[in-house]
């Protein structure tokens, strides 16, 4: 995973986390949805990124790299 995605991922958990936080302060559960939303986007895209760096692991194991 490279470092600009790596902050992008995060950038967009705390954004949500925040965008959940003032959701529940101010009673908008619609504002509280999109950050968990937000949060959820970012896991995926994690998850997505730690399968990639591990398939190129594998390929450069196997390619002699």
């Known amino acids: 995973m490279g470092i600009a995605d790596k902050f992008s991922n995060k950038a967009e958990d705390l954004g949500g986390r925040a ?19 937000d949060q959820a986007s970012s896991a995926v895209k994690d998850g997505v990124e730690k399968v990639k760096d591990k398939a190129n692991e594998i390929a450069d194991k196997l390619t002699g790299k």
């Open 19 to 37: 965008k959940e936080a003032a959701g529940a302060a101010a009673g908008d559960d619609d504002l509280k949805a999109e950050g968990k939303a």
